[in-house]
Nanobody, 113 residues
Framework: QVQLVESGGGLVQAGGSLRLSCAASISSFSSRAMGWYRQAPGKQRESVATITDRGTTTYADSVKGRFTISRDNAKKTVYLQMNSLKLEDTAVYSC???????WGQGTQVSVSS
């Protein structure tokens, strides 16, 4: 059974930092691209960052220079380090095994002024 379990969300003041984790129980984790997505209230889900099996990363323009995606294949975990958080980063953040149907349940990130 495939599971993606996010953790690390919470309430933080603007300018603060959080690190999200996504623990994956999925076969061939190290050969899979992984992604972080977010959905704010009343908005469509959007891609935040992706990382390929070789470690190549891509970011949404809105988070470039502030967020960093990384992975630990031994732990089957993908991370999202979020710095300089803004009010507009408030959303439910979910991870996904790219090009599959598998998503995590999401973790809430709330940024306050």
């Amino acid at each position: 059974q495939v599971q993606l379990v996010e953790s690390g969300g919470g309430l933080v003041q603007a300018g603060g930092s959080l690190r999200l984790s996504c623990a994956a129980s999925i076969s061939s984790f190290s050969s899979r691209a992984m992604g972080w997505y977010r959905q704010a209230p009343g908005k469509q889900r959007e891609s935040v960052a992706t990382i390929t099996d070789r470690g190549t990363t891509t970011y949404a323009d809105s988070v470039k220079g502030r967020f960093t995606i990384s992975r630990d294949n031994a732990k089957k975990t993908v991370y999202l380090q979020m710095n300089s958080l803004k009010l507009e980063d408030t959303a439910v953040y979910s991870c996904r095994a790219e090009n599959t149907k598998y998503w995590g349940q999401g973790t809430q990130v709330s940024v306050s002024s």
